[in-house]
């Protein structure tokens, strides 16, 4: 017998429909095909405000802006996560990498390289704009994330 068979195939596919339905096109192909929007035009590469990040798909939480640099890439850059990611080895396009995938969503987020700053452990996560929501400090309460506000001032 096999476990799941087609009912586990309709629920994924249903799963599928209604993200298609919730998400833009973009940020679909971004967290669920693995695509990888344009540099520089992306609403969070030179994000200047204070708060947090998470999955555009589940709301898991992944970094804060305290942890946000400009890397010059055209992607938000960050020096490490706040939230858990998952890592795996990546050999697409011809290249090798480290892609950076949420824990729980398992949404395609970006890839992680180790030339970011060396004072703040050396990692650049390079991450689309497109896999991420913002909430800015002063909507963490009522977006039911207050306790990240400890982490700003």
């Known amino acids: 017998m096999e476990i799941g068979g087609d009912n586990m195939k309709d629920d994924n ?3 599928k429909e209604a993200l298609k339905k919730r998400l833009t096109p973009l940020q679909y192909k971004v967290t669920q095909e693995n ?3 344009p540099p520089f035009a992306n609403p969070y590469h030179d994000n200047d405000k204070e708060g947090i990040y998470v999955d555009v798909v589940s709301g898991e939480v992944l970094f804060t802006t305290n942890e ?3 890397a010059g890439c055209g992607w938000p850059s960050f020096t490490k996560p706040v939230g858990e990611v998952k890592e795996t080895f990546d ?3 011809g290249m090798r990498r480290t892609e950076v995938r949420s824990k729980s969503a398992d949404s395609h ?3 992680v390289f180790d030339d970011g700053p060396e004072e703040k452990g050396g990692m650049r996560y390079c ?3 497109a896999s991420l929501r913002f909430i800015p400090v002063d909507a963490l309460e009522k977006e ?3 306790e990240y506000k400890k982490h700003f001032k």
């Open 13 to 15: 596919k249903k799963n």
């Open 127 to 129: 991450i689309n704009s």
């Open 68 to 70: 946000q640099y400009d």
């Open 35 to 37: 695509a990888t929007e």
């Open 144 to 146: 039911g994330y207050g």
């Open 109 to 111: 987020l970006g890839h």
């Open 91 to 93: 050999t697409s396009h």
